[in-house]
């Protein structure tokens, strides 16, 4: 076992799926942030136990080629952004050898290399912020929490994000500083607004202003209106209720205080409307770039019937309307599914059709009617797919499913099972639609044996 404070001399020789360097030292795995693959340096142990420990570097004995100047200037307290200190080849490099690594290791492939979408940028690519709020001596602030704490970082700008963000961030701060409005203390569940939530179209350049409270009314909500309507491209206002304890975010029920509580954007040629509870990529070049893939995979005609499943506000459903007989949606969210059906409409797309509910459940159900599509399109949420969906995609028996995946590990896992069902994983390629952040998307193609 290590020492803990002990200082130890060490060579950086792989990283964890959250982007942070890996020592072996006497045969323990040391977990150290900010290092670069090849880097020797010295460490000290701050977390020692018996199979692995957690240390901070302490001097960069040998620097890697790949390490640069961080552009952020909070970029080491801010638990927002993980890869500032490298460069983006590397980044790219280690988010795909973590896709392939994941497919070999838990999916049982022999991948020899991974293809990765590289984006075209790695600033101003966000087109979405949810800002915590909170206050020190009587001061309302907001940022983004600080790495496995929830003290927030304050930063002027966050180079990730369209810039109008942090004009509308700092726009509420100043008018909940100027009218008194409480910032909300998740210890004491007491105070006002919890989090500053904003969505930009990115062709459209429509932003929606989504404020979580601890309520059901904002005073002086006209002022605060007046304000926002300076920004280019501001056009809704809304009140997310959220009385719960807890960290999460968006409440049940909302209230439109301006505008129509959405916003339009146009994703692949065709228009989406966007609610705060939309779920929509936060980087739109590279979700086209994604989308477009996942489509070319799935080998639609004309003859198809597609499902796809976890459809969000049906951005994958209606792009691959233009090419399959029918489609048809599952989302569990109903403010998503409302959105899609009207995405629909405005788009004049009639062969689509949407589902609210779970979507193992609703697969089983579609199947035991005799629904037995020829295409699968998935994109669920991180933890991955549950039993009732493999299963249901088993006894669906589609000659081909499309894994579009925010999670390695679990894509992995899922892999395994659906190939002990009878498929057969064809492609595999991996998209980095977060630049200088640890996630990374992948898109795999399993064909029916």
């Known amino acids: 076992m290590l020492e803990k404070n002990k200082v130890y001399e060490t060579q950086i020789c792989d990283y964890t799926a959250e982007g942070q360097g890996v020592a072996k030292i006497d045969g323990c795995a040391v977990f150290v942030p900010n290092a670069i693959v090849g880097e020797k340096c010295l460490v000290r142990i701050e977390v020692a136990k018996k199979t692995w420990a957690a240390g901070k570097i302490t001097e960069i004995l040998e620097k890697s080629p790949h390490r640069v100047n961080r552009q952020c200037p909070v970029a080491k307290l801010c638990g927002g952004c993980d890869f500032w200190h490298m460069d983006y080849d590397e980044e790219c490099r ?6 392939k690594q ?3 290791r838990i999916g049982g492939e022999k991948l020899e290399t991974l293809p990765l979408l590289s984006a075209p940028s790695c600033t101003e690519y966000r ?9 020190k001596k009587g001061r309302a602030y907001a ?34 500083n100027r009218h008194h409005i409480s910032a909300y203390d998740e210890t004491e569940h007491k105070g006002l607004v919890r989090h500053i939530f904003v969505r930009r179209g990115w062709l459209s350049g429509e932003i929606l202003v989504c404020l ?30 959220n009385t719960k304890p807890g960290n999460s975010v968006l409440g049940d029920e909302e209230i439109i205080l301006h505008g129509p509580g959405y916003i339009e954007d146009t994703l692949c040629g065709l228009k989406f409307r966007l609610s705060a509870r939309s779920f929509y990529q936060v ?17 639609i005609t004309k003859d198809d019937l597609v499902l796809d499943l976890y459809c969000g ?3 994958i459903t209606l792009i691959m309307a233009k090419q399959a007989g029918k489609v048809i949606g599952v989302e569990v969210v109903e403010a998503a599914v409302r959105d899609a059906r009207e995405n629909a409409k405005r788009n004049g797309i009639e062969n689509a059709e949407f589902f609210c509910g779970d979507a193992g459940k609703a697969a089983l159900e579609l199947e035991q009617k005799g629904i037995c599509p020829d295409v699968v399109v998935v994109d669920p949420p991180r933890k991955g797919l549950n039993a009732d969906t ?19 590990a679990t894509l992995a896992r899922d892999v395994a099972l659906l190939k002990e069902r009878g498929y057969q994983l064809t492609s595999a390629q991996a998209a980095d639609l977060f630049p200088r952040c640890a996630h990374v998307e992948s898109i795999v193609c399993l064909c029916k044996q």
Request: charged letters at 20%; aromatic letters at 6%.
């Open 94 to 99: 280690l988010k795909a050898d973590r896709v």
């Open 102 to 104: 994941a497919l070999n």
């Open 127 to 135: 087109n979405k912020a949810v800002y915590p709020v909170s206050s």
């Open 143 to 176: 940022g983004f929490f600080r790495a496995g704490t929830h003290q927030i970082v304050e930063n002027a700008g966050c180079l990730i994000l369209f810039p109008e963000a942090d004009r509308v961030k700092n726009t509420v701060i100043e008018f909940m």
């Open 212 to 241: 979580t409270v601890n309520g059901k009314d904002l005073s002086k909500a006209k002022a605060l209106i007046a304000e926002l309507q300076k920004i280019p491209g501001f056009c809704t206002l809304v009140l997310s209720v």
């Open 283 to 299: 980087n739109h070049p590279q979700a086209q770039r994604l989308y477009e893939a996942a489509i070319r995979q799935a080998g």
């Open 313 to 315: 506000v049906g951005t």
């Open 390 to 408: 493999i299963e249901a995609l088993h006894r669906m028996n589609p000659r081909r499913i499309v894994y579009v995946s925010c999670d390695p």
